[in-house]
C-alpha cells in the first residue's frame, strides 16, 4: 500500500521464475530471503517516511524541522468528512495543523467518497505527499488497516475528542493517541484552533502552508485550460457563481450579479465557473455583461464535471485571473481565495526567491457588491458588502473565516511555483 510493494512482489516473482531446476531448492530459499528483506525495507518507507520527518521546529527555510521519533501514543486518526472537496480541505487542514502542533503522526486513511466526485478520493490525490511529509509526520493508512464500520475505527485505548468548537487541545492527554471524527471536525477552520502557544500556531501555520502544494498535474492541466480559453495570466476577471442550494436559500439571479460584474469586467475577458449545469447562467451574463468576452470552464471540449481535475483547474484558473469574485458562503470560494493569498506572500517573499510575480495594479476601492464577495487584484484583499471574517469567533467553526497566515513568517513560506505562476 506505499507504491512499493507491487513493484517488489513483480521483481521477486520474475526472479524466481527465472530460477533453475538444478538449483531449484537452494536459490528459492536464497531468493525468498532477498525478497523477504527487500519488502521488509521498501514495505516500510511509508512509516519510515513518518519517522524520519518528525518535525517540531521552524528552521530558516521555512520547514519544521525534526526533533524525535513518535511513540506509540503520538498518533492523530481522522474519519474523513464526507461533503464536498474545500469541506475536505478544511477539515484536513485542521489535522495538519494539529499534528504539526502537538508532535504526532498524521494517520490519513485510505480512499474513500467525497460529495461532488466520482472517483474515490484521499488527500494525497490533490496535494504534493513529499511536500507533506517534509513538513509533518504522516502514515498512509491501507483498506485492511481501516475498519469498514465507522464505529469501529478508533484503535482501543486512543482518546477521542468532542466538537472542536468545545475543546482545547492543551488539555488532551499527551500519552494517548488522539481520534477526530467527521462532524467533531467538520468546516473547522486551521487558525482558529483553541489551546495553541504562539510557537504551536507558527508551527500550524507553517504546517499548512507549506505540506498542502497542489500536484503539479493539476497546474498543468489550469496552464493549457487558460490556453485554450484564449486568456491571459492575471489579464482578465473571474467570477465563481455558486447557484445549487445557494440559489434556493438566497434567491439569486443574474440581476444580482450584473452591476458589479460589469464594474470590474467592463471591457476585459471574463470567466465564469459555476455549478449551472444547463449554461443558462452563462448565456444571460453574455446578454447582459459589459465585458470584451465572456467564456466559461464548462466550454472546454473533454472535461468532465464531477472529477478532482475539473475542481482543482477551476480553482486554480480563478486564482490566475487579475480580480476575482466569489460567492460569499462559499468554501470553494474560500479556496481559491486562499490560493491568492499564498501567491500574494509568496510575491512579496526576497529577490533571493527564483521566482517572483506580477500583478495587475489596480486602484483599491470599497465598493457595494450585492451578493458577492470580491478579491482585489492587487492587495488580494476580500471586500463586500460585510467586511470578510478575518477574526476567530470563539466557540465557532469559523468556516467562512478567510485565512491570513498571519502567524508565518514570509521568509520561511516555501512557494509552489506550479499553484502561482
Not at 86 to 115: D, Y
Not at 310 to 323: E, Y
Not at 355 to 371: C, G, I, K, N, S
Request: hydrophobic share 40%; glycine share 4%; aromatic share 8%.
Amino acid at each position: 500500500g506505499n507504491g512499493f510493494q507491487p513493484d517488489v512482489v513483480r521483481l521477486c516473482s520474475i526472479s524466481l521464475l527465472h530460477t533453475s531446476r538444478m538449483a531449484f531448492q537452494m536459490t528459492v530459499k536464497s531468493t525468498f530471503t532477498l525478497c523477504f528483506l527487500w519488502v521488509s525495507v521498501l514495505g516500510r518507507s511509508v512509516v519510515r517516511t513518518a519517522e524520519e520527518n518528525l518535525h517540531r521546529e521552524v528552521d530558516h527555510t521555512g520547514r519544521i524541522v525534526r526533533r524525535d521519533v513518535p511513540k506509540e501514543g503520538r498518533r492523530l486518526y481522522y474519519w474523513r468528512d464526507n461533503a464536498g472537496f474545500s469541506n475536505v480541505r478544511l477539515q484536513f487542514e485542521t489535522m495538519v495543523a494539529t499534528a504539526a502542533a502537538f508532535n504526532r503522526t498524521l494517520m490519513i486513511p485510505p480512499p474513500s467518497k467525497i460529495a461532488h466526485l466520482n472517483e474515490p478520493f484521499r488527500e494525497t490525490n490533490a496535494w504534493k505527499e513529499e511536500a507533506l511529509a517534509r513538513t509533518i509526520s504522516i502514515s498512509l493508512l491501507n483498506s485492511s488497516d481501516w475498519p469498514p464500520a465507522k464505529q469501529k475505527w478508533c484503535p482501543d485505548g486512543a482518546y477521542s475528542i468532542q466538537k472542536l468548537t468545545k475543546v482545547s487541545l492543551a488539555s488532551l492527554p499527551e500519552d494517548k493517541d488522539w481520534c477526530f471524527g467527521q462532524f467533531e471536525t467538520r468546516i473547522y477552520h486551521f487558525e482558529c484552533l483553541d489551546g495553541l502557544s504562539a510557537e504551536q500556531q507558527k508551527l500550524a501555520e507553517t504546517a499548512v502552508f507549506n505540506g498542502l502544494q497542489i500536484q503539479d498535474q493539476y497546474a498543468e492541466a489550469a496552464r493549457r485550460d487558460l490556453n485554450r480559453l484564449g486568456l491571459t495570466h492575471r489579464e482578465f476577471v473571474a467570477a465563481h457563481l455558486r447557484l445549487g442550494d445557494f440559489e434556493q436559500i438566497h434567491h439569486w439571479t443574474v440581476q444580482d450579479f450584473t452591476p458589479t460584474l460589469n464594474e470590474y469586467a467592463k471591457g476585459q475577458p471574463l470567466l465564469i465557473v459555476t455549478d449551472d449545469a444547463t449554461g443558462k447562467l452563462v448565456e444571460q451574463i453574455r446578454e447582459s455583461t459589459q465585458a470584451s468576452q465572456v467564456r466559461s470552464t464548462a466550454e472546454l471540449v473533454g472535461r468532465e464535471r464531477f472529477t478532482l481535475q475539473g475542481a482543482l483547474t477551476d480553482m486554480l484558473l480563478c486564482s490566475m485571473a487579475g480580480t476575482f469574485v466569489g460567492s460569499p458562503g462559499s468554501t470553494f470560494s474560500n479556496t481559491i481565495d486562499q490560493l491568492r493569498k499564498k501567491a500574494s506572500i509568496c510575491q512579496a517573499k526576497t529577490e533571493k526567491s527564483h521566482f517572483m510575480l506580477t500583478y495587475d495594479h489596480q486602484p483599491h476601492a470599497d465598493v457595494e457588491t450585492h451578493r458577492s464577495l470580491w478579491f482585489d487584484a492587487e492587495h488580494l484583499r476580500v471586500v463586500s458588502e460585510k467586511p470578510a471574517q478575518t477574526d476567530c469567533i470563539p466557540h465557532a467553526v469559523n468556516w467562512i473565516k478567510t485565512a491570513t497566515f498571519s502567524a508565518l513568517d514570509v521568509g520561511k513560506a516555501q512557494c509552489n511555483a506550479g499553484e502561482i505562476d
